[in-house]
């Protein structure tokens, strides 16, 4: 997991009985690919059979790099929350000028803007987008609709992935979301997201 923005996430995941790892990286010093290495060095010191993954947003680009630099991974499922798994129009926007390439740094290339490995991996990969137009969107003009306020729910689609479902949460808002919780919770404990 990444930073002390998913730090409710990451209670609601303990709650519910998970042993979780926060990982922290520079996601505009360096870009995923690398942060990528620096995530393998975190997850080689875990012991247990069954490791799963939860990302938000450039994070599950990280984990795409992690699985294809390092595929020999502990069995478990992922699921990514709001990333744009296609290429992100608000990030090619944003990089157009001076103000964007200083906020976005090396998130951009080999992540934001690709390119970025197929995911290829077996185990189940679950995407949870947000429909709540509430961010930096908001002023981006072009973000097709529906997105989260950052990234359009057509952005987090990617061919491989196991199951897809839009929530009304925004970017950022996903991770305070306790429907989000739940619906990570499900995946993780079934492969599929929970459906009434």
Not at 64 to 78: I, M, S, T, W
Not at 109 to 127: A, E, H, S, T, Y
Not at 152 to 163: K, L, N, P, R, S
Request: net charge positive; with cysteine.
């Amino acid at each position: 997991m990444n930073g002390l923005d998913m730090s409710l996430l990451r209670r609601r995941l303990e709650s519910a009985g998970y042993a979780t790892r926060r990982f922290a990286y520079p996601s505009v010093k360096q870009n995923p690919l690398d942060n990528a290495h620096l995530l393998q060095a975190m997850t080689a010191r875990i012991t247990t059979p069954r490791v799963h993954f939860v990302a938000h947003s450039l994070g599950g680009l990280v984990v795409r790099h992690l699985f294809q630099l390092y595929p020999r991974q502990p069995a478990g499922q992922v699921v990514t929350l709001g990333t744009p798994h296609q290429p992100s129009i608000a990030a090619r926007k944003l990089q157009k000028c001076r103000f964007g390439r200083v906020l976005l740094g090396e998130s951009l290339q080999l992540g934001l803007l690709g390119p970025v490995p197929p995911w290829r991996d077996k185990r189940p990969l679950g995407v949870i987008a947000g429909t709540l137009r509430f961010g930096m969107g908001m002023i981006i003009p072009g973000i097709p609709r529906p997105n989260d306020g950052t990234v359009a729910v057509a952005e987090t689609c990617i061919e491989g992935m196991q199951d897809h479902i839009t929530l009304p949460v925004s970017h950022f808002g996903m991770l305070l979301s306790r429907r989000v919780a739940e619906q990570t919770l499900c995946f993780l404990q079934h492969g599929k997201f929970c459906r009434e």
